[in-house]
Protein backbone atom coordinates (compact mmCIF):
# COMPACT_ATOMS: atom_id res chain seq x y z
CA UNK A 1 0.00 0.00 0.00
CA UNK A 2 1.30 3.57 -1.13
CA UNK A 3 0.94 6.30 1.48
CA UNK A 4 1.66 10.33 0.44
CA UNK A 5 1.52 13.22 2.49
CA UNK A 6 1.07 16.72 0.99
CA UNK A 7 0.77 20.43 3.31
CA UNK A 8 0.72 23.78 2.33
CA UNK A 9 -0.10 27.28 4.11
CA UNK A 10 -1.46 30.19 2.46
CA UNK A 11 -1.26 34.05 3.91
CA UNK A 12 -5.00 34.97 4.77
CA UNK A 13 -4.76 38.55 4.00
CA UNK A 14 -2.60 38.31 0.60
CA UNK A 15 -4.78 35.42 -0.43
CA UNK A 16 -7.75 37.90 0.29
CA UNK A 17 -5.99 40.13 -1.51
CA UNK A 18 -5.70 38.09 -4.53
CA UNK A 19 -9.09 37.54 -4.64
CA UNK A 20 -10.34 40.87 -4.11
CA UNK A 21 -8.15 42.50 -7.49
CA UNK A 22 -9.53 39.36 -9.38
CA UNK A 23 -12.87 38.96 -9.71
CA UNK A 24 -13.39 35.98 -11.36
CA UNK A 25 -10.75 33.97 -8.76
CA UNK A 26 -13.63 32.87 -6.53
CA UNK A 27 -15.28 30.89 -9.41
CA UNK A 28 -12.28 29.78 -11.12
CA UNK A 29 -10.89 27.95 -7.82
CA UNK A 30 -13.67 27.19 -5.60
CA UNK A 31 -17.07 25.00 -6.41
CA UNK A 32 -20.33 26.42 -5.38
CA UNK A 33 -20.57 24.29 -2.43
CA UNK A 34 -17.43 25.19 -0.94
CA UNK A 35 -18.46 29.02 -2.24
CA UNK A 36 -21.78 28.92 -0.50
CA UNK A 37 -20.07 27.41 2.67
CA UNK A 38 -18.05 30.17 3.34
CA UNK A 39 -19.79 33.24 2.49
CA UNK A 40 -22.04 31.85 5.66
CA UNK A 41 -19.05 32.56 7.80
CA UNK A 42 -17.93 34.87 9.63
CA UNK A 43 -14.40 34.97 7.73
CA UNK A 44 -14.68 33.58 4.32
CA UNK A 45 -11.47 34.53 3.00
CA UNK A 46 -9.67 32.29 6.13
CA UNK A 47 -12.26 29.41 4.94
CA UNK A 48 -11.23 29.73 1.52
CA UNK A 49 -7.90 30.02 2.03
CA UNK A 50 -7.80 26.66 3.93
CA UNK A 51 -9.72 24.98 1.44
CA UNK A 52 -7.17 26.56 -1.37
CA UNK A 53 -4.35 25.00 0.97
CA UNK A 54 -5.84 21.74 1.06
CA UNK A 55 -6.26 21.52 -2.74
CA UNK A 56 -2.48 22.52 -3.18
CA UNK A 57 -1.66 19.95 -0.59
CA UNK A 58 -3.34 17.32 -2.62
CA UNK A 59 -1.42 18.43 -6.03
CA UNK A 60 1.70 17.52 -4.02
CA UNK A 61 -0.06 14.62 -3.10
CA UNK A 62 -0.79 13.78 -6.70
CA UNK A 63 2.92 15.05 -7.73
CA UNK A 64 1.68 17.09 -10.32
CA UNK A 65 2.24 21.19 -10.79
CA UNK A 66 -0.54 24.12 -11.05
CA UNK A 67 -2.17 23.58 -14.26
CA UNK A 68 -2.04 20.03 -14.46
CA UNK A 69 -5.40 19.98 -13.23
CA UNK A 70 -8.39 21.97 -12.19
CA UNK A 71 -8.69 23.52 -8.79
CA UNK A 72 -12.35 22.91 -9.45
CA UNK A 73 -11.59 18.85 -9.46
CA UNK A 74 -10.50 19.14 -6.32
CA UNK A 75 -13.09 19.83 -3.86
CA UNK A 76 -12.99 20.04 -0.33
CA UNK A 77 -16.85 19.04 0.64
CA UNK A 78 -18.17 18.96 4.62
CA UNK A 79 -19.12 15.33 5.85
CA UNK A 80 -22.55 15.40 7.68
CA UNK A 81 -20.46 15.30 10.94
CA UNK A 82 -18.62 18.51 10.00
CA UNK A 83 -14.81 17.39 9.06
CA UNK A 84 -13.63 18.11 5.36
CA UNK A 85 -13.93 15.79 3.21
CA UNK A 86 -12.11 15.59 0.02
CA UNK A 87 -13.75 14.66 -3.34
CA UNK A 88 -11.93 14.52 -6.61
CA UNK A 89 -13.05 15.22 -9.83
CA UNK A 90 -11.60 15.29 -13.85
CA UNK A 91 -8.16 15.16 -14.07
CA UNK A 92 -7.49 14.87 -10.45
CA UNK A 93 -9.30 11.42 -9.75
CA UNK A 94 -7.44 10.12 -12.89
CA UNK A 95 -4.20 11.02 -11.25
CA UNK A 96 -5.04 9.51 -8.14
CA UNK A 97 -6.17 6.52 -9.89
CA UNK A 98 -3.13 6.17 -11.87
CA UNK A 99 -1.48 6.63 -8.81
CA UNK A 100 -3.34 4.26 -6.46
CA UNK A 101 -4.46 6.09 -4.52
CA UNK A 102 -8.13 5.96 -3.03
CA UNK A 103 -8.51 6.52 0.79
CA UNK A 104 -8.07 10.82 1.02
CA UNK A 105 -7.66 12.28 4.63
CA UNK A 106 -7.35 15.98 4.68
CA UNK A 107 -7.37 18.41 8.15
CA UNK A 108 -7.22 22.49 7.86
CA UNK A 109 -6.78 24.71 10.40
CA UNK A 110 -6.18 28.88 10.98
CA UNK A 111 -5.90 31.77 12.71
CA UNK A 112 -6.53 35.09 11.98
CA UNK A 113 -3.40 35.68 9.77
CA UNK A 114 -2.55 31.54 8.56
CA UNK A 115 -4.45 28.91 7.16
CA UNK A 116 -3.24 25.55 6.48
CA UNK A 117 -3.70 21.90 5.38
CA UNK A 118 -2.32 18.39 5.80
CA UNK A 119 -3.51 15.70 3.17
CA UNK A 120 -3.07 12.01 3.63
CA UNK A 121 -3.63 9.54 0.91
CA UNK A 122 -3.47 5.41 0.89
Known amino acids: MSTAIGLD??????????LERRS????RLFTEAELSYAM???????????RFAAKEAV????????GACRFRDIEVARHPGGRPELVL???AA???AAAGLSDWQVTLTHTDSVAAAMVLAQ
Do not use: N, Y
Open 9 to 18: MVDVQRFADV
Open 24 to 27: GMRT
Open 40 to 50: GTVDPDTRLAA
Open 59 to 66: MKVLGIGL
Open 89 to 91: RGL
Open 94 to 96: ERA
